[in-house]
């Protein structure tokens, strides 16, 4: 499907011209969403979303043609896994390339994909300069890429960010939004109004004894904060997840409570 059109070679700031194209984004979290619309809209090309895999099954059931679907691993109803394999079955010849979008890179994880039946992978937070390689490699046209960050134009209407967010690197949460400052304050808004109370869903899934739905939960602030470049964060989460697959009750606690200080600690600061 993708390889009997061309691609221009990109502009003077590296974003490609995928304007020929159709993309699929599959993620649960809406905030990894709007960044996947910013990037791939800038590059011209039409792009869909859809919340989890059996969303994304249901699309491309209902006639939708896409060039590649870019597929979240860790989503509730459908994850991943299934929705590729389900998709592939379906569609057999006439099924989209499927890239995973996740945010792990552990061996085992990426060869889970690949069994999966996926073409490649690409990493949450973004980085724009490697999603547009791998959808290149997707569309079997060879593209390189320098390794600075996407820049868009500066904009007179540009809102001032804050010079300082405890926990945050502005400069960084900047580039995996190809540099758009009222949509990084915008996701930093959704962040503080949709993450803000997650430490409390973690831990009341927690004391339930639901650890699946606890890592569940931990996975999309996880995705999300570093993709706003909130490190202190997402370091924590990754450390939370890591005790938490042990069950270990007291060094679970521990490592809410450090997670929640870190969380905490963040959105005071952005909020004042």
Not at 60 to 70: F, G, Q, S, W, Y
Not at 103 to 119: L, N
Not at 173 to 181: A, E, I, S, T, Y
Request: glycine share 8%.
């Amino acid at each position: 499907m993708a390889g009997d059109r061309k691609i221009s070679a990109g502009t003077a700031n590296d974003i490609p011209d995928f304007s020929a194209y159709q993309f699929l984004v599959v993620d649960d979290d809406p905030i990894i969403r709007r960044i996947a619309l910013e990037l791939l809209g800038n590059t011209g090309a039409q792009v869909h979303v859809a919340n989890d895999g059996r969303h994304a099954l249901t699309m491309l059931r209902e006639d939708l043609t896409v060039d590649v679907v870019l597929m979240d691993i860790e989503m509730p109803h459908m994850n991943g896994y299934a929705a590729s394999k389900a998709i592939l079955t379906e569609l057999g010849s006439q099924a989209p390339v499927i890239i995973a979008l996740t945010a792990h890179t552990g061996q085992v994880h990426i060869q889970q994909c690949f069994d999966s039946g996926m073409r490649g992978y690409t990493l949450k937070p973004f980085d724009p300069a490697w999603l547009f390689s791998v959808l290149g490699q997707a569309l079997e046209i060879p593209m390189m890429f320098s390794a600075s960050a996407q820049t868009v134009k500066a904009d007179a209407n540009q809102p001032l960010l804050p010079h300082q967010v405890n926990g945050i690197s502005i400069a960084d949460g900047l580039m995996r939004v190809g540099h758009n400052q009222q949509l990084y304050l915008s996701l930093l808004r959704q962040f503080i109004d949709g993450h803000g109370q997650d430490v409390g869903r973690i831990r009341n899934a927690f004391m339930s004894g639901d650890f699946p739905l606890a890592r569940l939960l931990l996975h999309g602030v996880r995705g999300v904060a570093s993709s706003i470049g909130a490190h202190e964060v997402g370091q924590q989460a990754i450390e939370l997840d890591r005790v938490l697959k042990t069950r270990d009750v007291d060094e679970s606690l521990h490592a809410l409570d450090a997670f929640s200080e870190a969380l905490a600690e963040m959105i005071g600061s952005a909020v004042h």
